[in-house]
């Protein structure tokens, strides 16, 4: 018997009967994992697993689901919409934050501010933002009341509901994750670099394009991986402010929940999990994409 | 019911220090891989009392001596006793010893007086008797009405004798340092190694104390274990290691040192004759190597001088060289020259500078000569 | 010269307006006067935060939304935390895969999350229940808190553990007396990533809070359905002063925790 008083599992770790045929120590980690990974097993995994194998089991064991969608035009339109869509989104982020990421790292007394300001959206609800571009890109909403004022309209055109209205509020939610990534790779530039380049003679277009750009580009990799496979799964910005005939691949799965087509929609889970999953073990074979990754996750 | 480690706190006199016995200490710490031992098969006894230093190169195994020791690491074998009684099955937080680490580990949420204080609250000493040990502990180390303040407002040396101070403020009877000095400048160094040793004698505990800097080694030390490749290369007080290195190893890592090979020739009681560059060099030596045996004599560079020097009122000494100055630098205190001996083994010489004596030149030849019992076969 | 300084500023300034801008103006809509929404407001006036504060269908679903976020923060930061600590010691392979599965909600799609809780949690019943949504909030908001707390105990120094325990501390007193306050400031960021995720989150909710756990976000999804009234201005605006509040002090944390432990690590390299 130990003759010190001591919560179970830690007295574990360093009280070591001389014989004992176990040693008890090393299960200490796995018993403080153990709670959580149980946890995650029965009431997140196994659930998503057990959905997941409707795809194949429904009625009796068949890869008919996956076959079937070689000839589901549903299925290859939305598909095609949800990789046009992310695509469309991604490059924007990138053309929008990459300026934006050299703001903040060049910036000095502004830095904070300019922090701030990217951060504001990104603590924000995506549903409070998508209310935000329904607000702003309605009918009789301050786009279009604008557009009327600078006379380039007559009357309010259609945007809300619309393919642009989804990608310009996708673009607004998703900059933050490219901006992030990047600013941390031109940050760990060295500045002396930039100093030796132009002291070389290089123009500050040759400087960017030669040294910066190149420098940068884990994070540039990193930003574009990580906001496709978001853009994959948007569900609640297309179905707020995106077109009624413009469904993307989670909200096709939605869809079909909602009419219990629960094979369908399972299989549909799996080309949209396979899809991301995909893309995000191509990213760790990047070079340096996986720290990049790593630090703006945090 | 006992509470951990309790019996060496509370007041009253501090005991004797502990003793420690390590026997062919081993530690292994990648068992899948051949990787070489970072302990093998250390053997010491460090008495009650001793102010014991481990010196030895960075990865010859000193802190993984010290952290078995401490009880952080396992021995792979051998065993580790302390007053007798083996400790190895017994986990660190009832060894009752004193530990101060290369970065002090003060804890950085607690002010000055916790972290002092916190050894005594595991041993449930009651408040008021705590603050009393807190303060006198800070008295020893000269840091009195620091109490309040958070280790992140002191400056490393002041961090260092909290460090110290916690160490020593449940009374422990055995204080092992890793490194305890290795972060600070050279001044601050130097006044806390005297510091040190009068904490040694004030406490009167059991010290042992790492370091690669072989200079606070000899200063702070009672004996000193010299380690290299996870062994003991020799244990002994400063002047036996400085005057008679048992191996080239311990010769050439305290302080500096010549080595000059040579050819046994003949014993004569307990000094041995061998020829190096053809001359005639007697050299102490504990063994009886064979005559004709290839060996190796070393001497110090200090030790030697210009035969045409004065001796200050002894026998001018027996060993003698003729050597070429190859190169002859001042250095304030003292002028280091580079010699050639005849095949062309150099040999250092460091001569107490004094404007009274005839620097060499660069080419001249001389005689140098030095005394017997400074040459030691290793 | 001047153009190349200026023109790469002003190109910045428009996108960080474009980034700002809407939020703003739901700020500026909230304070609206009129009955109607349209902006720039004719006059201002708190009417759609009465509207918001005397309406119990918008009241019950806040407190809903409050209880379920402060259970998982409760849940979500006890097994995180516990987790963060064992996952730091197990072997290699063990964390890698231990660390996929707790991370992985933050890469699974939302909306596969989410049917997938819905087809397993409807067999037992516990659709409409807070205790579903508490139970599949958890799932979602641990991820956080596992990673914080990982942050901040990648920073501690071992030998401090090892100092408390040569001075006599036992485990588990080295753990509630050094290790515990050395990462609080991760597991309160990790606390609060939590209480966002939750407060916010609304794909799992449309599919598992049926009629009987209605949250904030849920409720305002359905309104947005039939009409775009100022009051989810209103609550909107509330929401975004809350979460900011809650993420800026969430920083601010961070921030002080790294300033302290570099201030000690620097004094003695
Ligand atoms: N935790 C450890 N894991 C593996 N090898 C170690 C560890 N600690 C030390 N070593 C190795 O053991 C040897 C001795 O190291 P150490 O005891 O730290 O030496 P010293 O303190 O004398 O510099 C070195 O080769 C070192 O690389
Ligand atoms: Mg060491």
Redesign the interface.
């Known amino acids: 018997m130990s003759?010190?008083?001591?919560?179970a599992s830690?007295?574990l770790?360093?009280?070591?009967?001389?014989t004992a045929p176990f040693d008890w120590r090393r299960a200490?980690?796995?018993?403080?994992?153990?709670?959580?990974?149980v946890?995650?097993?029965v009431?997140?995994?196994?659930?998503?697993?057990?959905?997941?194998l409707?795809s194949v089991n429904d009625p009796s064991w068949t890869l008919a689901n996956y076959a079937i969608l070689f000839e589901d035009v549903v299925f290859q339109k939305t598909f095609w919409i949800t990789i046009n869509t992310s695509v469309t989104v991604t490059l924007g982020c990138l053309i929008?934050g990459y300026?934006?990421a050299?703001?903040l790292v060049r910036a000095k007394s502004m830095a904070p501010f300019?922090l701030v300001?990217?951060?504001?959206?990104f603590?924000?609800?995506?549903?409070?933002?998508s209310?935000?571009?329904?607000?702003?890109l309605?009918r009789?909403?301050?786009v279009n009341?604008a557009l009327i004022a600078l006379g380039m309209i007559e009357r309010p055109i259609r945007i809300l509901n619309t393919p642009l209205a989804t990608q310009i509020a996708m673009i607004?939610i998703l900059?933050p994750y490219m901006i992030l990534p990047i600013a941390n790779a031109l940050r760990q530039i060295d500045p002396s670099l930039i100093r030796a380049a132009s002291g070389l003679g290089a123009t500050?277009f040759m400087t960017f394009r030669q040294v910066i750009l190149p420098l940068s580009m884990s994070g540039m990799a990193a930003g574009t991986l990580l906001t496709f496979?978001l853009a994959?799964?948007f569900?609640?910005t297309p179905a707020?402010v995106g077109g009624p005939r413009d469904i993307t691949l989670?909200m096709l799965?939605?869809q079909q929940?909602d009419q219990l087509n629960?094979a369908y929609?399972a299989t549909l889970?799996a080309v949209?999990?396979a899809t991301?999953?995909a893309i995000?073990a191509m990213a760790r074979k990047l070079p340096g994409v996986g720290n990049a990754f790593k630090t703006s996750?945090? | 019911m006992t509470v951990a480690g309790m019996n060496g706190a509370g007041p009253g006199p501090i005991g004797r220090g502990a003793s420690v016995t390590l026997s062919d200490l081993e530690k292994t710490y990648d068992r899948t891989s051949a990787a070489a031992k970072a302990v093998d098969g250390v053997s010491l006894d460090i008495r009650s009392g001793e102010f014991l230093t481990l010196l030895g190169p960075s990865g010859s195994g000193k802190t993984t001596t010290l952290m078995m020791i401490a009880g952080f690491e396992t021995p792979t074998a051998g065993d580790i006793a302390i007053d007798g009684k083996s400790v190895v099955a017994m986990p660190p937080y009832r060894r009752n010893i004193g530990m101060v680490f290369q970065n002090y580990a003060l804890f950085p949420h607690l002010t000055v007086e916790e972290n002092v204080g916190f050894p005594l609250k595991q041993r449930g000493v009651p408040k008021a008797e705590r603050a009393k040990l807190v303060a006198e502990a800070l008295e020893l180390v000269h840091l009195p009405g620091y109490g309040a303040r958070y280790p992140r407002q002191l400056s490393g040396g002041q961090q260092q004798r909290v460090a110290v101070a916690r160490a020593v403020v449940f009374k422990p009877r055995l204080l092992l340092m890793d490194e305890p000095l290795g972060a600070l400048d050279k001044q601050l160094r130097e006044n806390l190694q005297l510091e040190m040793r009068r904490l040694h004698a004030d406490l009167g505990i059991t010290f042992i104390y790492v370091t690669h800097d072989q200079e606070e080694a000899l200063t702070m030390s009672d004996r000193i274990a010299v380690m290299n490749d996870g062994k003991v290369a020799q244990v002994g007080s400063p002047e036996d290691l400085y005057d008679r290195p048992d191996n080239r190893f311990v010769a050439g890592f305290i302080g500096e040192s010549n080595f000059l090979p040579a050819v046994v020739r003949g014993l004569e009681d307990d000094v041995v004759v061998a020829e190096c560059e053809g001359t005639l060099i007697r050299a102490l030596c504990p063994g009886r190597p064979a005559s004709g045996e290839r060996v190796t004599l070393t001497t110090r560079p200090e030790r030697l001088r210009f035969a045409d020097g004065t001796w200050a009122g002894t026998e001018p000494p027996q060993n003698r060289m003729s050597v070429t100055v190859t190169e002859a630098v001042f250095a304030g205190e003292r002028c280091r020259y580079m010699l050639r001996a005849g095949d062309g083994t150099s040999i250092v010489l460091k001569e107490p500078s004094s404007a009274a004596i005839r620097r060499r030149a660069v080419g001249e030849r001389a005689e140098i000569a030095w005394s017997v019992a400074d040459t030691i076969l290793v | 010269m001047r153009l190349m300084r200026i023109l790469p500023a002003s190109i910045v300034s428009l996108i960080l307006f474009f980034l700002a801008f809407p939020i703003v103006v739901v700020a500026i809509v909230s304070f609206s006067s009129a009955t109607y929404l349209t902006f720039p407001p004719p006059a201002f006036g708190l009417r759609w935060y009465e509207a918001f504060f005397s309406n119990p269908d918008w009241l019950k679903p806040t407190w809903v939304s409050i209880w379920v976020a402060c259970a998982v923060v409760v849940l979500a930061t006890f097994l995180g935390t516990l987790a963060a600590l064992g996952i730091a010691r197990l072997p290699k392979a063990l964390r890698v895969v231990a660390a996929g599965l707790i991370l992985s909600p933050l890469i699974v799609p939302g909306i596969v999350v989410a049917i997938g809780i819905y087809y397993a949690y409807s067999r037992y019943g516990l659709v409409g229940t807070p205790i579903a949504m508490v139970l599949a909030h958890t799932c979602l908001a641990v991820p956080f808190v596992v990673t914080s707390v990982t942050a901040s105990l990648s920073g501690i120094d071992p030998r401090l553990e090892q100092a408390a325990l040569s001075l006599g501390a036992t485990p588990g007193a080295t753990f509630f007396q050094v290790t515990l306050p050395l990462i609080q400031p991760g597991v309160l960021v990790g606390a609060l990533f939590a209480f966002i995720t939750s407060f916010d989150e609304l794909i799992v909710a449309l599919f598992i809070s049926g009629t009987g756990a209605v949250t904030l976000p849920r409720r305002m999804w359905d309104d947005l359905r039939f009409q775009i009234d100022p009051t989810i201005a209103a609550v909107s605006t509330l929401t975004i002063v809350l979460t900011a509040a809650l993420m800026g002090a969430a920083h601010f944390l961070r921030k002080r925790a790294e300033q302290n432990r570099m201030a000690t690590s620097s004094a003695a390299p």
């Open positions: 003759e010190v008083v001591q919560p830690l007295a770790a360093v009280s070591r009967p001389k200490v980690p796995l018993l403080l994992a153990a709670p959580l990974l946890y995650m097993l009431f997140y995994a196994l659930p998503v697993a057990a959905m997941l409707r929008l300026p934006v050299m703001g300019i300001i990217i951060l504001l959206p603590w924000t609800s995506v549903l409070v933002r209310y935000a571009w329904m607000v702003l309605g009789h909403g301050l009341e607004h900059l500050p496979v994959l799964g569900y609640i707020m989670s799965i939605a929940v629960w929609a889970s949209l999990l991301a999953l995000l996750m945090r």
